[in-house]
């Protein structure tokens, strides 16, 4: 098992825009590269995408949560 | 007068508000999120209460929350500051509702002014002249087609709620425009809950030069101009006053203006008229009003001597406008710098962390408002501008000069800031010669993105 870490501190989203479903629902499979969430520092958005494929996406925090760099963002199998 | 004021912010505009407070024997009542326990405006404050988690929208965005720290500590008003609240007609509304001041305009002045769209029919009511374009809101592509014989390309269609650069898209053909209308308007919906467009003629080459105003809802004076014509993303960087563009009459003429829509609109408070200013055809446009004390005021009130802040809180309490036109005069030149927490070498990306030694700029006409503090750790959460260096000299040159002496005195370890970027351009030609445009900058950052990187 692995985890998906926040490469930078901020509030942590879990769909593109307000009012759209999560980027990634828990449960789902995750490839290289794909975008799991956003991060907003600073008014600022930031893409997270996978390093690691895996499936069974399960997020560990909730969408608009703060976090800070190199927390844990989700689990995958 | 106003006895005790919640402020309703955080950062620098935090700091500058309870300052202007205590100088004028008005207790304070700073407000924090979980992330800003620490922060410099919760110390100064006389009182401080925590209103929610670092998320904006759960803290300095709710209303609820604020009213109600305002009622349990005995607050008579509150400050709104710039950006969260501070141009939000309901906010406006409810303080007032509460039976509380709200230190800034009426509910009505800001919607009126908020919607740009109605913000332009009464600038051009009063005699305010505006950007060619739409009457109004354009409701249908056939109807905007017939708005671009009037403009011309390119043209900019725009979103009636938008502001700050936010809800703009530029067309340069026919064919962009089809494809772009339909675009803007689903994106104005989704951005701001109204998809009203309207259209404006983008003039090519302009400066961007605003007007401060004072007034107390019978009576307006202008506190001159500022010209801000630097910027990167449509933010600005770098603001001074005066503008060396303007002649003397069409100061006046500017200035006047400015004066008019305030008065046409019983306007209160501080407040800001935006222009376009046409350095070819020697005219100028109205954009917007802004309906709050700015950023950069403290380049007003390095020039006229007034300070902006407690004019409002006493404007708030109560009082009739102490100026008159006649006693508000220009001395020198001032030039504010924005000091933001991101890193030019990495294309401006944003720079959180704890600051280590500071060390800040003194001496003769140099002003620092800021909330950094030795081992603060600035929060990822909220805006980048970590600090605003004012510097005043007795001509623009001077300025100038100090802006340079005093950017070498700074130094914030352990952050990234945008200082290179401003040492870069106190020395470039143009910008000595004042010869720039509001798009000029990105066009410098382009040419010259290799040696902020080195």
């Known amino acids: 098992m692995t985890q998906i870490l926040s490469p930078l501190p901020g509030t942590f989203y879990r769909s593109a825009a307000p009012g759209q479903p999560p980027l990634k629902a828990d449960g789902d499979d995750v490839a290289v590269g794909d975008v799991i969430g956003l991060i907003e520092v600073m008014k600022s958005f930031h893409e997270v995408r996978a390093e690691v494929a895996g499936t069974a996406i399960a997020f560990l925090i909730d969408n608009e949560d703060p976090v800070m760099a190199g927390a844990p963002l989700a689990d995958l199998g | ?454």
């Open chain 2, 1 to 454: 007068m106003l006895k005790k004021l919640l402020i309703a912010n955080r950062g620098e505009i935090a700091v500058r508000v309870i300052r202007a407070a205590q100088d004028l024997g008005i207790a304070t009542v700073a407000v924090y999120s979980a992330a800003d326990a620490d922060a410099l405006h919760v110390k100064i404050a006389d009182e401080a209460v925590h209103i929610g988690p670092p998320a904006a929208k759960k803290s300095y965005l709710d209303m609820n929350a604020l009213l109600e720290a305002a009622r349990s500590t005995g607050c008579d008003s509150i400050h709104p500051g710039y950006g969260f609240l501070a141009e939000n007609a309901d906010f406006s509304d409810a303080v007032t509702a509460t039976g509380l001041v709200f230190v800034g305009p009426s509910g009505r002045a800001i919607r009126l002014m908020g919607d740009k769209v109605s913000a332009r029919s009464a600038a051009a009511a009063a005699g305010v002249p505006v950007v060619p374009g739409s009457a109004g809101r354009v409701e249908s592509i056939e109807a905007a087609r017939a708005v671009l014989e009037e403009t011309g390309f390119p043209v900019m269609i725009k979103a009636a709620a938008g502001g700050g650069g936010r809800g703009i898209r530029i067309a340069n053909s026919l064919d962009e425009f089809d494809q772009a209308f339909p675009q803007a308007q689903a994106e104005a919906l989704a951005a701001f809950g109204d998809g009203g467009l309207y259209m404006e003629k983008v003039i090519g080459r302009a400066r961007h030069i605003e007007v401060q105003i004072l007034a107390d809802g019978r009576d307006a004076v202008h506190c001159f101009e500022r010209e801000c014509s630097l910027q990167r993303r449509r933010q600005k960087v770098w603001e001074e006053a005066p503008s060396r563009a303007l002649s003397d009459a069409l100061r006046a003429e500017l200035c006047a203006s400015a004066v008019a829509l305030a008065k046409a609109v019983s306007y209160s408070g501080a407040g800001t008229v935006e222009y376009l200013y046409d350095d070819a055809a020697d005219r100028f446009y109205f954009i917007e009003m802004n309906t709050r004390i700015q950023v950069e005021h403290p380049v007003t009130e390095a020039i006229t001597g007034i300070d902006l802040v407690a004019e409002m809180l006493r404007i708030a309490g109560g009082e009739p406008l102490r100026l008159s036109q006649g006693n508000i005069r220009v001395k020198g030149h001032a030039i504010e710098v924005r000091l933001n927490a991101e890193d030019p070498a990495r294309d401006f990306a944003p720079f959180p962390g704890k600051v280590g030694d500071l060390r800040i700029p003194g001496g003769p006409g140099v002003r620092f408002d800021s909330m950094l503090y030795s081992g603060y750790d600035v929060p990822p959460f909220y805006d980048s501008l970590l600090a605003k260096l004012i510097v005043h000299g007795e001509t623009r040159e001077a300025a100038i000069a100090r802006l340079v002496r005093a950017l070498r005195e700074l130094e914030i370890a352990g952050m990234k800031t945008t200082k290179p970027l401003f040492l870069a351009l106190a020395a470039d030609p143009a910008v000595l010669a004042g010869d720039v445009h509001t798009r000029w900058l990105e066009g410098w950052l382009t040419d010259n993105a290799a040696a902020l990187a080195g």
